[in-house]
T-cell receptor, first 117, second 114 residues
Framework: ETGVTQTPRHLVMGMTNKKSLKCEQHLGHNAMYWYKQSAKKPLELMFVYSLEERVENNSVPSRFSPECPNSSHLFLHLHTLQPEDSALYLC????????????????FGNGTRLTVT | AQSVTQLDSHVSVSEGTPVLLRCNYSSSYSPSLFWYVQHPNKGLQLLLKYTSAATLVKGINGFEAEFKKSETSFHLTKPSAHMSDAAEYFCVGRGYNQGGKLIFGQGTELSVKP
């Protein structure tokens, strides 16, 4: 049990579908993150939320739409994806965002393996 | 700017022999440093963290790492490898001056032979 739960674990979708990834953390953290992990590439930070407010958006295409209704839940809404979007999507949380939190590690979920056909 | 470099993309050891995974960092200030492990189709699990309290850090599953400021290194070691240690390992830095942003190394894949 990691304290960060992601659903579904696997998702196969066509390019015209709309789906959502869900992340829930049970750690009382104020910051939540979405990362993309593609084969043979470094982890890419996509979005950062602090107390439900988006504080970072790393030039992610608009076909990815995050939502953070409260500090425990984070969603990633997907629509009209491309095959190159196939990857492992990881959610993470930490106590805070920003310089004062630099000695706190991120806690990761087990990810959603997304395949776009 | 801060950077983290893992010197080996792949390391292969025999079961029962020592493990050494190398990580160098570049920073103008003392960062926090972490080692994570990732098994296939799983998330990243924290092995250990260095936050300036002690230079030798002990983690889970028998792993430890030593922060050496003079060498700007934070190598991960384990005295005796187990088959279950086969995984991808990430060295990660986090700096106060960069808004706490995580800087990931490229990852090292550890193979353990019977």
């Amino acid at each position: 049990e990691t304290g960060v739960t992601q659903t579904p674990r696997h998702l196969v979708m066509g390019m015209t579908n709309k789906k959502s990834l869900k992340c829930e953390q049970h750690l009382g953290h104020n910051a939540m993150y979405w990362y993309k992990q593609s084969a043979k590439k470094p982890l890419e930070l996509m979005f950062v939320y602090s107390l439900e407010e988006r504080v970072e958006n790393n030039s992610v295409p608009s076909r990815f739409s995050p939502e953070c209704p409260n500090s425990s839940h984070l969603f990633l809404h997907l629509h009209t994806l491309q095959p190159e979007d196939s990857a492992l999507y990881l959610c993470a949380s930490s106590p805070e965002v920003g310089g004062s939190s630099y000695n706190s590690p991120l806690h990761f979920g087990n990810g959603t393996r997304l395949t776009v056909t | 700017a801060q950077s983290v470099t893992q010197l080996d993309s792949h390391v292969s050891v025999s079961e029962g022999t020592p493990v050494l995974l190398r990580c160098n960092y570049s920073s103008s200030y003392s960062p926090s440093l972490f080692w994570y492990v990732q098994h296939p189709n799983k998330g990243l699990q924290l092995l250990l963290k260095y936050t300036s309290a002690a230079t030798l850090v002990k983690g889970i599953n028998g792993f430890e790492a030593e922060f050496k400021k003079s060498e700007t290194s934070f190598h991960l070691t384990k005295p005796s490898a187990h088959m279950s240690d086969a995984a991808e390992y990430f060295c990660v830095g986090r700096g106060y001056n960069q808004g706490g942003k995580l800087i990931f190394g490229q990852g090292t894949e550890l193979s353990v032979k019977p």
